[in-house]
């Protein structure tokens, strides 16, 4: 039995532990982020226990079967994609079959982002009483980042002379520059006194990197002390930056570079958010 035919056969009697295990290294091999990873992981295995049984052969019906029992239990289109394409690396990136999927992507809602005012960026400021925190809040804000850049800031990632931040394998695992506000300069050399260039900007109470969760809670009791009913979350101060650089009249191509979006059709849609034209019509009533 050569090489070939002993993988084909070990893939062919694969269960849904050891498919996941090479799901796993798969993606680590390919530079996934962890994020990344949990979720195609936690969508492998809805689908595997869903499926049962002879995991290495490819069933298109019984996918379609799946997504639609997914939306039938009022799973949202961006769920139903995420299953989808982790089916979808799993037979193509991790079984490499020939054979292709051709379920298309459902439509996904095209809503608005949740952007707060320059007034209620400076309300939600205002209400951290615990420095460090508000200075996440504020460079999160001032510079336009996820919260995964914020929590994983490195001291040396900051040029306070030049006011700009490099971003240090973003989402897809992509450098940026971005710009660094001058009012939070000697906050910032504060902050960082002591510090070397790989320490991080802003660690947790214990030491070590803060959580993702822990920045996500600091935000939302500053939205609460802030009495703001904007159902805002820390992303929407990213949204915020944008939006308010395009009212400044920064063209949208510079904005799209210190987002780091890819497509400028990413950064377009806080064009709807922020048409001047539109604002300037008047109801006729």
Do not use: C, W
């Amino acid at each position: 039995m050569t090489l070939m035919q002993d993988v084909a056969q070990y893939l062919k009697a694969m269960t849904m532990e050891p498919a996941l295990e090479r799901a796993q290294e798969d993606m680590r091999l390919r530079g996934f982020s962890r994020r990344t990873i949990d979720a195609y992981l936690h969508a492998l295995r809805q689908y595997f226990l869903y499926k049962k049984n002879a995991l290495s052969s490819l069933d298109e019906e019984n996918i379609r079967e799946f997504l639609l029992k997914r939306e039938q239990d009022g799973a949202a289109a961006t769920t139903r994609n995420l299953l989808l394409h982790a089916i979808k690396f799993f037979y193509r990136d991790v079984l490499r079959l020939r054979k292709s999927i051709s379920i298309r992507p459902a439509k996904e809602a095209s809503a608005l982002p949740a952007v707060l005012s320059r007034g209620d960026v400076n309300k939600l400021l205002g209400a951290v009483k615990n420095a460090k925190h508000r200075l996440l809040l504020a460079v999160a804000y001032g510079s336009g980042l996820r919260v995964s850049e914020a929590i994983n800031l490195r001291a040396g990632h900051l040029d306070l002379a030049g006011l700009t931040i490099h971003i240090k394998e973003g989402k897809g695992k992509k450098d940026r520059m971005t710009v660094l506000p001058q009012s939070i300069k000697t906050d910032l050399l504060n902050l960082l006194a002591g510090k070397s260039g790989n320490d991080l900007v802003f660690e947790s109470e214990r030491g070590g990197r803060l959580s993702a969760r822990s920045a996500q809670m600091i935000f939302a009791k500053a939205l609460a002390r802030a009495g703001i009913s904007t159902p805002a979350t820390f992303h929407s101060l990213r949204h915020s930056f944008a939006t308010h650089l395009l009212e400044n009249g920064v063209d949208v191509r510079y904005v799209q570079e210190l987002l780091g979006h890819a497509n400028i059709r990413t950064t377009q849609r806080y064009t709807r958010v922020t048409n001047p034209q539109l604002k300037n019509i008047r109801s006729p009533l």
